[in-house]
T-cell receptor, first 115, second 111 residues
Framework: DTAVSQTPKYLVTQMGNDKSIKCEQNLGHDTMYWYKQDSKKFLKIMFSYNNKELIINETVPNRFSPKSPDKAHLNLHINSLELGDSAVYFC??????????????FGPGTRLLVL | KQEVTQIPAALSVPEGENLVLNCSFTDSAIYNLQWFRQDPGKGLTSLLLIQSSQREQTSGRLNASLDKSSGRSTLYIAASQPGDSATYLCAFQGGSEKLVFGKGTKLTVNP
């Protein structure tokens, strides 16, 4: 059973296109995240949602729009794709309890290549 | 702005050796410190999480320590095996839920 799943696994597209990446978690967690890992393997947070509400937005261009239809899903829509958007995008989830002991569980990643 | 630094960037050791990976962070207001493993082309697997009130955590051959006063964490791997070869990422969690990652240490264990 996959705890955090993402689709598609690979995405190759042309500059200027609009694309979406989907994420689902079956862990019953309240909080979900999107991270971007660039070509230098540096992993950085983009967004975080708690119970369908946006709680973290790390000054990501507004071409990126996350959408959370319910707390088990957090999708990422990207408009007008640019070459610099090529990266691996990871979805994650956690159950925030306020104790400091909440591990984040990561999906397998979506490898986006913009040509 | 929180920064997380991992040293060394890459490490190659013979099988069976004990090794230490280092992580340092600049913000003392720590919530927890997490160590992850990333295999090539794969996602992240959580290895150990140390809460701010704890000093260390152990899982099998892995032991992670946390020293808040010096802003450091170490991941100790005992009796390394070729299957331990991967990139190890340290992540700091402060007041918000977001994780701030280091750039990782790429470990190669040679048979």
């Amino acid at each position: 059973d996959t705890a955090v799943s993402q689709t598609p696994k690979y995405l190759v597209t042309q500059m200027g296109n609009d694309k979406s990446i989907k994420c689902e978690q079956n862990l019953g967690h309240d909080t979900m995240y999107w991270y971007k890992q660039d070509s230098k393997k540096f992993l950085k947070i983009m967004f975080s949602y708690n119970n369908k509400e946006l709680i973290i937005n790390e000054t990501v261009p507004n071409r990126f729009s996350p959408k959370s239809p319910d707390k088990a899903h957090l999708n990422l829509h990207i408009n007008s794709l640019e070459l610099g958007d090529s990266a691996v995008y990871f979805c994650a989830s956690s159950q925030v309890q306020g104790t400091g002991g909440e591990t984040q569980y990561f999906g397998p990643g979506t490898r986006l290549l913009v040509l | 702005k929180q920064e997380v630094t991992q040293i060394p960037a890459a490490l190659s050791v013979p099988e069976g050796e004990n090794l230490v990976l280092n992580c340092s962070f600049t913000d003392s207001a720590i919530y927890n410190l997490q160590w992850f493993r990333q295999d090539p082309g794969k996602g992240l697997t959580s290895l150990l999480l140390i809460q701010s009130s704890q000093r260390e955590q152990t899982s099998g051959r892995l032991n992670a320590s946390l020293d808040k006063s010096s802003g450091r964490s170490t991941l100790y791997i005992a009796a390394s095996q070729p299957g331990d070869s991967a990139t190890y990422l340290c992540a700091f969690q402060g007041g918000s839920e977001k994780l701030v990652f280091g750039k990782g240490t790429k470990l190669t264990v040679n048979p």
